[in-house]
């Protein structure tokens, strides 16, 4: 059975930086493609970044490039998001999650296996 337990979140002023991590069990780590998404009160949930296999390539969405960037570990299982310069918008429950399909994928529909989330609140 997959698990994925996300760490790292809290409150921090806007420009702060923080980073999230995600363990994962259950299936081997690293024949899969990872991905960040993000849901804030009352708004769908939102693509932040996902990365593929190797980790050689990664996408994300428009709104955190050049701040966020995507990393994982494939000796330890672990998949990160080191956030910076954070905007109040950013504030968010941050998910990881597993794509059963291969490549960068930036639908949740490509995603079956899920984390609990993560709170990440950004003070203005």
């Known amino acids: 059975q997959v698990q994925l337990v996300e760490s790292g979140g809290g409150l921090v002023q806007a420009g702060g930086s923080l980073r999230l991590s995600c363990a994962a069990s259950?299936?081997?780590?690293?024949?899969?493609?990872m991905g960040w998404f993000r849901q804030a009160p009352g708004r769908e949930r939102e693509f932040v970044a996902a990365?593929?296999?190797?980790?050689?390539?990664?996408d994300y969405a428009e709104s955190v490039k050049g701040r966020f960037t995507i990393s994982r570990d494939n000796a330890k299982n672990t998949l990160f998001l080191e956030m910076n310069s954070l905007k109040p918008e950013d504030t968010a429950v941050y998910y990881c999650?597993?794509?059963?399909?291969?490549?960068?994928?930036?639908?949740?529909?490509?995603?079956?296996?899920w984390g609990q989330g993560t709170q990440v609140t950004v003070s203005s």
């Open positions: 990365i593929t296999l190797g980790g050689v390539n990664s």
């Open positions: 999650a597993q794509s059963r399909v291969g490549g960068l994928q930036n639908n949740s529909k490509a995603y079956d296996y």
């Open positions: 259950g299936r081997t780590f690293v024949y899969y493609t």
